[in-house]
């Protein structure tokens, strides 16, 4: 058990960009969350996986995020033309059950900054 | 919907005194609850969790954490601090309904020689 893995750790951009995150969830583990951190806040949640299908959204996600899980296992987050407000610390969790509350085990996360 | 509250955005605690930090919940029903610890820079690890029984959880680096229904509350304490343990402190609810985390703001916690 290696862990949730985020890649990169740390993304400079500018506005306008794209720039896309990985998350490697613990090894079989079914469920795989997005949050979006803030500087003096909690997480907040984003998105949520089930295997493959994602099966939540949070208002937070504005058309221009996107996530995917194609194979259930690794998953990638994408923001496009980025904005400042857009400038937070990005967690990924896993957690290894279908019961409807479990134990979320999270990454180091990745620490985007858009100038 | 359901919430937490954290009341006190930062605490200073010398080193060897006990520690409480407060969590107060709004949960429509039994909820599931969590205290987690962010280093800096650092993802989430996790300390405890309640989910049934009893109502005093212990967790790992000696903290504990007491449910208390009619308080809708979820205190993390520990009898004796130690200057590693300053870091910021989380707490989450959960519950039937909702497969996601509703985080508190946290609390800096900072130990003092």
């Known amino acids: 058990d290696t862990g949730v893995s985020q890649d990169p750790r740390h993304k400079i951009t500018k506005r306008g960009q794209n720039v896309t995150f990985r998350c490697d969830p613990i090894?079989?583990?079914?469920?795989l969350y997005w949050y979006r951190q803030t500087l003096g806040q909690g997480p907040e949640f984003l998105t949520y996986?089930?295997?493959?299908?994602?099966?939540?959204k949070s208002r937070l996600l504005s058309d221009r995020f996107s996530a995917e899980r194609p194979k259930g296992s690794f998953s990638t987050l994408e923001i496009q033309r980025t904005e400042q407000g857009d400038s937070a610390m990005y967690l990924c969790?896993?957690?290894?059950?279908?019961?409807?509350?479990?134990?979320?085990?999270f990454g180091p996360g990745t620490r985007l900054t858009v100038l | 919907a359901q919430s937490v509250t954290q009341p006190d955005i930062h605490i200073t605690v010398s080193e060897g005194a006990s520690l409480e930090l407060r969590c107060n919940y709004s949960?429509?029903?039994?909820?599931?609850l969590f205290w987690y610890v962010q280093s800096p820079g650092q993802g989430l690890q996790l300390l405890l969790k309640?989910?049934?029984?009893?109502?005093l959880v212990q967790g790992i680096k000696g903290f504990e954490a007491e449910f208390k229904r009619s308080q809708s509350s979820f205190n993390l304490r520990k009898p004796s601090v130690h200057w590693s343990d300053a870091a910021e402190y989380f707490c989450?609810?959960?519950?039937?309904?909702?497969?996601?985390?509703?985080f508190g703001k946290g609390t800096m916690l900072l130990v003092s020689p």
């Open positions: 309640y989910f049934s029984g009893d109502t």
């Open positions: 996986f089930q295997n493959e299908a994602q099966l939540e």
């Open positions: 949960y429509g029903a039994t909820p599931y």
């Open positions: 969790a896993s957690s290894p059950t279908l019961v409807v509350v479990d134990t979320q085990y």
């Open positions: 090894s079989e583990h079914n469920r």
């Open positions: 989450a609810v959960g519950g039937s309904g909702y497969s996601t985390l509703t």
